[in-house]
């Protein structure tokens, strides 16, 4: 069973930035586009960028256009999420999702993700 881990959560002050990693110990991540969502406290599950098996194409919500990007790194087998100039609209669990489905195009959506990771906390506050 395919279990994603998120890493790089952490404390930071608006304006600044964060790197968060999404891997699967054990797992290769080859032929799975990944995307990664947020939830805030008390509020819903929202994406926030996806890439695809390839890594050829890439979308993200408009609240984080231009401050955040995704990548992947097939030799760590690793997905990446850059976010700079980050406000405390961004806090949140943020969760990587996996699916064997996005090879041209893939998804923010929830209900599309096959596997979940656990979450990391990013909280924006001065």
């Known amino acids: 069973q395919l279990q994603l881990v998120e890493f790089g959560g952490g404390l930071v002050q608006p304006g600044g930035s964060l790197r968060l990693s999404c891997s699967a110990p054990?797992?290769?991540?080859?032929?799975?586009?990944i995307a990664w969502f947020r939830q805030g406290s008390g509020k819903e599950r929202e994406g926030v960028s996806c890439?695809?098996?390839?890594?050829?194409?890439?979308d993200y919500t408009d609240t984080v256009k231009g401050r955040f990007t995704i990548s992947r790194d097939f030799a760590k087998n690793t997905i990446y999420l850059q976010m700079n100039s980050l406000k405390p609209e961004d806090t949140g669990v943020y969760y990587c999702?996996?699916?064997?489905?996005?090879?041209?195009?893939?998804?923010?959506?929830?209900?599309?993700?096959?596997?979940w990771g656990r979450g990391t906390l990013v909280n924006v506050s001065s």
């Open positions: 890439i695809t098996t390839t890594g050829d194409y890439r």
């Open positions: 054990g797992f290769s991540l080859d032929f799975h586009g």
């Open positions: 999702g996996a699916s064997e489905n996005f090879y041209s195009r893939c998804s923010i959506d929830v209900e599309d993700m096959e596997y």
